[in-house]
């Protein structure tokens, strides 16, 4: 006599959890991570375990991204509110008894040292797309501002540490959720003719205004260097532009080709500073050479371009937000990198998403990919 209800084995149970895996997805996941790893052996060679640590990190963060995927976009709102004031008040804490090195003041001991900036990088796109869910149908102007407060209070917590790296991701986060609420374009545009004008302002007077004695109010001193270094890196080449002086070389020397996995002289005879970190894509350009990078760029506008097409096919306003805001937040990781890299941005130490070496970084990288994929299959399970 067989049983009225059949338990189900352990692979039926196990196969619904895989489902929430969205293909594309993961392989190009997978890809970069292969890439990273690759990379990771060759310049990390006399890192001591960083080759293996960069390994472990990934690992830790490819499960961060299965457990996400399978909770629910709902159960994801309900987290926005919580984590976002919990990260505020880590923020807080930072400013009133932070730990500082080298000068800045970002980390706080809590049994262990964490780094609470980095948990705002998607609680602030799930805070506002929270936001934005719960005034659907009637948003006035005054929910943006609204929306903008929240943003701003993290951000200027941030920049007070100072980390002028974190906080751009910060606030990028927030405006592109802003933005896909349907910010109107009367507003976007005065901010945009501001910034052009500035930086060409900058540009024509970098000569003045990049004087010793000339005290720029808004920035530190150090980050008043970055920008200086970036008009003119040839004016410190031993000293602040050193970084991007080595890094042009670096991806210079490696022409259309490559110099082959391991070849790399910038690289191995340690001319470029923090090449398993920052300044990691210097080193993969040397050995990979423009086709390296092309393809490395194939790989970023895959995940960014699926992202997208997540968002866009989303059932509800908040998981349309939080993927487009996701999304856009992986091409500033590696436009921003890929940028100060080159040359053509300040150095702010953004790493190179999957490639460059942290665990922090990874983990949260790993956590926005889950929420894509929790997305992905939310839309799967409703049309279903």
């Known amino acids: 006599m067989t049983a009225v209800f059949d338990q189900?084995?352990?692979?039926q149970r196990v196969v619904p959890w895989f489902s929430g895996i969205d293909r594309i997805?993961?392989?190009?996941?997978?890809?970069?991570?292969?890439?990273?790893?690759?990379?990771?052996?060759?310049?990390?060679?006399?890192?001591?375990?960083?080759?293996?640590?960069?390994?472990?990190?990934?690992?830790?963060?490819?499960?961060?991204?299965?457990?996400?995927?399978?909770?629910?976009?709902q159960r994801l709102m309900t987290l926005a509110v919580p984590l976002y004031t919990v990260g505020v008040a880590l923020l807080v804490a930072v400013a009133l008894f932070g730990i500082t090195k080298k000068g800045a003041t970002r980390w706080l001991n809590v049994g262990m040292v964490i780094q609470p900036s980095e948990i705002m990088?998607?609680?602030?796109?799930?805070?506002?797309?929270?936001?934005?869910?719960?005034?659907?149908?009637?948003?006035?102007?005054?929910?943006f501002v609204v929306a903008t407060v929240i943003l701003l209070v993290p951000v200027a917590l941030v920049?007070?540490?100072?980390?002028?790296?974190?906080?751009?991701?910060?606030?990028?986060?927030?405006?592109?959720?802003?933005?896909?609420?349907?910010?109107?374009?009367?507003?976007?545009l005065p901010p945009l003719v501001i910034?052009?004008?500035?930086?060409?302002?900058?540009?024509?007077?970098?000569?003045?205004?990049?004087?010793?004695?000339?005290d720029w109010k808004v920035l530190h001193t150090y980050q008043k260097q970055r920008v200086c270094?970036?008009?003119?890196?040839?004016?410190?080449?031993l000293g602040k532009g050193f970084h991007t002086i080595q890094g042009m070389i670096a991806i210079g020397s490696g022409g259309?080709?490559?110099?082959?996995?391991?070849?790399?002289?910038?690289?191995?005879?340690?001319?470029?500073?923090?090449?398993?970190?920052?300044?990691?894509?210097?080193?993969?350009?040397?050995?990979?050479?423009?086709?390296?990078?092309?393809?490395?760029m194939v790989c970023f506008l895959a995940l960014i371009g699926r992202g997208l097409v997540i968002a866009m096919e989303a059932p509800t306003l908040f998981s349309r937000l939080l993927a487009g805001a996701v999304s856009l937040i992986f091409f500033v990781y590696a436009f921003?990198?890929?940028?100060?890299?080159?040359?053509?941005?300040?150095?702010?130490?953004?790493?190179?998403?999957?490639?460059?070496?942290?665990?922090?970084?990874?983990?949260?990288?790993?956590?926005?990919?889950?929420?894509?994929?929790?997305?992905?299959?939310?839309?799967?399970?409703?049309?279903?």
């Not at 270094?229 to 080449?237: A, R, S, V």
Request: glycine share 12%; net charge neutral; proline share 5%.
């Open 195 to 214: 910034g052009v004008a500035g930086i060409t302002t900058l540009i024509v007077m970098s000569d003045s205004l990049c004087q010793p004695d000339v």
């Open 336 to 384: 921003v990198n890929m940028g100060m890299v080159s040359g053509i941005l300040p150095v702010v130490g953004v790493p190179l998403p999957f490639i460059s070496y942290g665990g922090t970084a990874m983990v949260t990288l790993g956590l926005g990919v889950g929420m894509l994929m929790s997305i992905a299959k939310s839309k799967r399970l409703i049309q279903s």
């Open 256 to 296: 259309v080709w490559g110099k082959g996995f391991m070849q790399g002289t910038q690289t191995h005879l340690e001319f470029i500073p923090e090449r398993t970190t920052d300044f990691i894509f210097a080193a993969f350009s040397e050995e990979f050479g423009l086709l390296g990078v092309l393809g490395l």
């Open 121 to 143: 990088k998607f609680a602030m796109p799930l805070m506002l797309a929270w936001w934005f869910q719960r005034r659907e149908g009637q948003l006035r102007s005054t929910d």
């Open 8 to 11: 189900p084995s352990l692979l």
């Open 229 to 237: 270094t970036l008009m003119d890196p040839t004016k410190d080449p």
């Open 25 to 73: 997805l993961a392989l190009v996941v997978l890809v970069l991570c292969l890439v990273g790893l690759t990379t990771m052996y060759s310049v990390g060679f006399d890192h001591g375990t960083r080759f293996v640590d960069h390994g472990r990190n990934m690992l830790i963060a490819l499960g961060v991204m299965f457990l996400v995927a399978q909770v629910p976009p």
């Open 159 to 188: 920049l007070k540490q100072p980390d002028l790296g974190t906080s751009l991701l910060v606030l990028s986060a927030g405006l592109f959720v802003i933005f896909f609420a349907g910010l109107n374009w009367k507003l976007i």
